[in-house]
């Protein structure tokens, strides 16, 4: 019997019921289209609670469009983006980046996932060369592609670097949530205060229906958004029910009670799992994944029930992430399940 829930992807969860219960909410009689609405409006001002006035917050349909449209307003086809090899905008957006921005992506190796000063140095070169793309913007991923978290002073020694050398700081904030959470520090606080520019806050992993937001520390910095957003067909109509679900995820901490409780049960499948003497936890456990790395025979009969991808083909390393809904029972049996499976296949 395939289990309720799975282990592949905080994508993969139910919407929550209080952003259910919003959505209701709003489906009530006519309002303007287009995000001239008393929701958006509302759900405007709690992210100027959370991260502070002087801002610009536009709601868009995914992930792949909040990071695409966050690099296009900074940068000129002849610009580069340095980012980490592993980074979702090179490795899982289809090559959008680089189609709708037209810059390069420069990859610099980061084992952990975090980038650092002195690794990205490395792909600061051939400035004002006409023969060479001109670095324009860092872009960093929290949590990071393999579950770790920057922590504050990491994200501001890149901001600074950055900045003495007139670019920008971009955070893929998929899993902001969960990297706050972490830190037990508030959203401002891992991403304005440490002198990020332009943040894409991810709402779909933790309990949203599908809305994202792009989110300008420096409202002139979206000068022209409005206009690039409609023009990348990322522009709601019925703006209402983006803007009402991200009010209600910022709203009465949902935003962090998710989060935490996804981080909490992955810490505790790390703990179930350690019983495993043939699995190895290959990364810290810092957010809501866990990367093991499992003797191959195994992997193919686990995913036979539960469904999950295999983050490194080559070394056997597969994904497990946890999500606002995943519960103890959830993560015991799993891990009950794994162990059983890896025995029987070394046998």
């Known amino acids: 019997m395939t289990p309720k829930r799975s282990f592949a992807s905080d994508n993969n969860a139910i919407v ?24 958006t409006a509302s759900a405007v001002r709690k992210f100027e609670e959370h991260f502070g006035g002087g801002i610009a917050v536009f709601f868009v349909f995914n992930g792949t469009a909040a990071n695409v449209l966050s690099l296009s307003a900074l940068a000129q086809p002849y610009h580069a983006v340095i980012c980490a090899e592993a980074a979702h905008i090179s490795t899982d957006e289809c090559g959008a980046p680089e189609k709708f921005t037209g810059c390069k992506l420069l990859g610099i190796p980061a084992p952990d996932g975090k980038l650092t000063v002195a690794a990205v140095a490395h792909a600061y070169h051939g400035i004002g060369d006409q023969h060479h793309v001109q670095p324009r913007l860092l872009s960093i991923t929290q949590a990071t592609e393999m579950g770790t978290i920057y922590k504050p002073a990491e994200v501001r020694a890149l901001a600074d670097w950055a900045h003495q050398r007139k670019l920008y700081l971009h955070m893929d904030g998929a899993r902001i949530s969960n990297a706050a959470a972490s830190l037990g520090l508030g959203l401002r606080q891992v991403s304005r205060d440490c002198g990020v520019d332009v943040l894409s806050f991810g709402g779909t992993k933790n309990g949203l229906m599908g809305a994202e937001a792009v989110v300008f520390f420096d409202a002139a910095l979206a ?15 019925k703006m209402r029910f983006l803007s009402a679900q991200m009010e209600a995820l910022l709203t009465n901490g949902l935003w962090q009670r998710n989060a935490e409780h996804a981080n909490q049960m992955a810490r505790l499948l790390e703990k179930e799992l350690a019983t495993i003497p043939e699995l190895r936890i290959v990364y810290p456990v810092e957010g809501n994944g866990v990367f093991a790395q499992i003797p191959q025979p195994a992997i193919a009969a686990i995913q036979k029930r539960y469904f999950f991808y295999v983050w490194n083909e080559e070394e056997n390393v597969v994904r497990w992430m946890c999500s606002f809904d995943t519960t103890e ?19």
């Open 16 to 39: 929550h019921p209080e952003v259910m219960e919003a959505l209701m909410r709003a489906n009530e009689g006519h309002v303007v289209g287009y995000g001239d609405d008393s929701y």
């Open 329 to 347: 029972e959830d993560v015991r049996e799993f891990a009950r399940f794994v162990g059983e499976t890896i025995r029987r296949r070394g046998q």
């Open 223 to 237: 000068q022209d958004f409005l206009f690039r957003r409609k023009q990348s067909m990322q522009l709601a109509s």
